[in-house]
């Protein structure tokens, strides 16, 4: 399984018992608040995980672009 696949399985799991437990207590229960705080992180580092997976895509598409530029054969046309 893929790491964001991953992610976002303990992202739903987290979800799921924050329902759970808003159920059973208040919602400013202390272990609401504190599930709830541990979703939010779930989803954080998932953010943070696909925003530094766009950030390689890009480099390494500028890179690829940049080198393939660079062996490209120039013409000089004088006008």
Known sequence: M????CMKLSIEQARY???KLEQQFDLLHPVVLHQSMVLDELINEYNRY????????LRSKSHTSESSWAEQPRQ????
């Not at 893929?2 to 696949?5: A, F, G, N, T």
């Not at 696909?50 to 895509?57: P, S």
């Not at 000089?76 to 006008?79: G, K, R, T």
């Open 17 to 19: 018992k924050l329902n």
């Open 50 to 57: 696909c925003f530094r997976r766009a950030m390689e895509a």
């Open 2 to 5: 893929k790491d964001s696949e």
């Open 76 to 79: 000089l046309s004088y006008s």
